[in-house]
């Protein structure tokens, strides 16, 4: 866990793992737990770093989304950019450098722009790798514009406060031994959080070391996950929050038979209203053999309540025939609406972006057309040739605009993060960045 300082060293620690109360994963949407209890925190990772977060009790029923001034870069010499050759259509975002923490993978963008009274400002959080070390570990870049980015490539609290923000657990007993990868951030805020300001919160994936097994998977080589949440002060020092399983993690995979039951992946948190909070994950159903989007639902952010699937693959020959991952959920406030972004998949492993559309965000989820609104590029060399996915959207100022982020891999498997911009009010497709005319 990311360092905090005495205060929260003083929260319980528990060093080896308890017994699952797999009680609290009630299946009825309003059967929410009440309990009024403590954070407790996972033991510190003294070398990033040490951060200020005192008591936390959280009365869950107060939780509420706070606007705050973000982050600031750290004033010191000028940080590396980002921004790769204008050929490179709707790529904002290479890995890094040689012998930096994020050279050989980058993806899983979570970005949140800020709009003061004299400036702008864009943070993006995301999952990188080097080929040197094993498994992602979550960094930190900042922009003034959402396409030219500053990056760090080191520890963010070496000096630049970009960088390397988060490492994979060292707890032996731990859900996040072998990877970690951000899912999305909300700025919450709490009546019992004696802290000053708002908090961030982080919902992340950790993947163990354990292997899932299953051959109608057909995707490779993959590592069991589940849900994990980190809370911070300034979004570089963060604090893992142990959770209801015994692993830490919020909560379980599904038991035998369920649609949930091998791995819990890519959590994405949405504020609906006061004590209700919305939760989006993917599984793959092996009775289907599809790739699907759940749901669960809490008070509190930290006690989950699963309701189900809420979307699945698409009908044969479909873009996402092989199922729908990484949906990223937002409220659109011009519509009255909530708007899925997420990832289909092919049967032949390719890749696309399709968008989803639910008047209530719990049921009902009907997709935008049986085509995706954004697909790999067509050229043999492309950076995203041979897929697109990871998708995060941000509405922009002018009414109907959206930009969406997402990660592209290459035929010779390089890795990157793009940028598209929403072409019309009715979202049905997104054009790949090319300069800054948009």
């Known amino acids: 866990m990311e360092a905090m300082a005495a205060g929260a060293a003083t929260a319980a620690y528990?060093?080896?793992?308890?017994?699952?109360?797999?009680?609290?994963?009630?299946?009825?949407?309003?059967?929410?737990?009440?309990?009024?209890?403590?954070?407790?925190?996972?033991?510190?990772?003294?070398?990033?770093?040490?951060?200020?977060?005192?008591?936390?009790?959280?009365?869950?029923?107060?939780?509420?989304?706070?606007?705050?001034?973000?982050?600031?870069?750290?004033?010191?010499?000028?940080?590396?950019?980002?921004?790769?050759?204008?050929?490179?259509?709707?790529?904002?975002?290479?890995?890094?450098?040689?012998?930096?923490?994020?050279?050989?993978?980058?993806?899983?963008p979570v970005v949140k722009r800020f709009v003061g009274d004299d400036e702008e400002r864009w943070l993006m959080w995301y999952h990188g790798g080097a080929a040197t070390a094993n498994g992602n570990s979550i960094g930190l870049a900042v922009s003034s514009n959402g396409i030219h980015w500053e990056r760090g490539p080191g520890r963010a609290d070496a000096g630049d406060g970009v960088g390397q923000v988060m490492r994979r657990s060292a707890d032996w007993w731990a859900f996040d031994t072998e990877s970690v990868r951000p899912s999305d951030v909300l700025i919450m805020s709490s009546a019992r959080l004696q802290a000053p300001g708002a908090v961030y919160w982080l919902y992340y994936t950790g993947f163990s070391q354990e292997k899932v097994e299953n051959s109608s998977m057909a995707c490779g080589e993959v590592f069991k996950s589940l849900p994990g949440l980190a809370i911070s002060q300034d979004g570089r020092h963060w604090a893992r929050v142990e959770g209801e399983h015994h692993s830490g993690a919020l909560f379980?995979?599904?038991?035998?038979?369920?649609?949930?039951?091998?791995?819990?992946?890519?959590p994405k948190a949405v504020f609906h209203g006061r004590s209700d909070l919305r939760m989006y994950y993917h599984s793959f159903d092996p009775e289907r053999g599809q790739f699907a989007i759940g749901i669960a639902r809490s008070r509190d952010g930290i006690r989950w309540v699963k309701l189900g699937k809420v979307l699945g693959g698409g009908a044969d020959g479909d873009f996402d025939e092989a199922g729908a991952r990484n949906g990223h959920v937002v409220r659109d406030v011009r519509h009255g609406s909530y708007l899925?972004?997420?990832?289909?998949?092919?049967?032949?492993?390719?890749?696309?972006?399709?968008?989803?559309v639910s008047a209530d965000g719990l049921k009902e989820w009907r997709r935008c057309g049986d085509w995706a609104v954004l697909e790999p590029s067509v050229?043999?060399?492309?950076?995203?040739?041979?897929?697109?996915?990871?998708?995060?959207?941000?509405?922009?100022?002018?009414?109907?605009?959206?930009?969406?982020?997402?990660?592209?891999?290459?035929?010779?498997?390089?890795?990157?993060?793009?940028?598209?911009?929403?072409?019309g009010p009715e979202l049905a497709s997104f054009k790949k960045w090319r300069g800054f005319h948009i």
């Open 340 to 356: 899925m972004a997420y990832e289909g998949v092919c049967k032949n492993g390719r890749t696309s972006i399709g968008l989803a």
């Open 379 to 423: 050229e043999e060399d492309a950076w995203d040739g041979r897929g697109v996915g990871d998708p995060c959207l941000v509405q922009m100022d002018r009414e109907g605009e959206w930009r969406l982020y997402y990660r592209g891999i290459g035929r010779n498997g390089t890795k990157g993060i793009g940028v598209a911009v929403s072409e």
């Open 252 to 266: 379980d995979t599904g038991v035998a038979g369920e649609w949930d039951a091998l791995f819990v992946a890519a």
């Open 14 to 108: 528990r060093p080896s793992p308890r017994k699952s109360n797999s009680s609290t994963l009630l299946h009825h949407p309003t059967n929410f737990p009440r309990k009024v209890f403590s954070i407790r925190f996972r033991s510190p990772e003294r070398n990033l770093g040490s951060h200020n977060l005192t008591k936390l009790n959280l009365d869950h029923p107060s939780i509420s989304p706070t606007p705050q001034t973000p982050i600031q870069a750290v004033q010191s010499a000028p940080l590396p950019s980002s921004t790769p050759p204008p050929s490179s259509h709707g790529q904002v975002f290479d890995v890094g450098s040689a012998n930096s923490w994020d050279s050989n993978d980058v993806g899983s």
